[in-house]
């Protein structure tokens, strides 16, 4: 199996119940893992070789909205009051 076709296989991998499919963070991690292992055994891959060859996923990063002011001082209001009861 050449690195090409692992490459592929990570992208859509076929399971049992359908097709799988990872993310874009595990792709990079897998990689990372074998580059580094095969590093230890004495074979040297560097990061710009697999960028000239491979094209990596970019790794989508989600971020959530915060709370605002008016919820967080609801949530502490109601905590306090909450707290006078229990005392």
């Not at 076929?14 to 074998?34: E, M, R």
């Not at 292992?37 to 000239?52: A, M, P, T, W």
């Not at 919820?71 to 009051?81: A, C, F, Q, R």
């Amino acid at each position: 199996m050449s690195l090409m076709n692992t490459m592929q296989f990570f992208q859509k991998a076929n399971t049992k119940k359908g097709s799988k499919t990872y993310s874009s963070a595990t792709i990079l991690q897998y990689v990372t893992i074998v580059k580094e292992f095969l590093n230890n055994e004495g074979c040297k891959i560097y990061s710009e070789d697999l960028r000239q060859k491979f094209k990596l996923p970019k790794v989508r990063r989600i971020y959530e909205k915060g709370l605002d002011k008016s919820t967080t001082t609801s949530v502490l209001i109601s905590l306090n009051h909450f707290l006078k009861e229990q005392i």
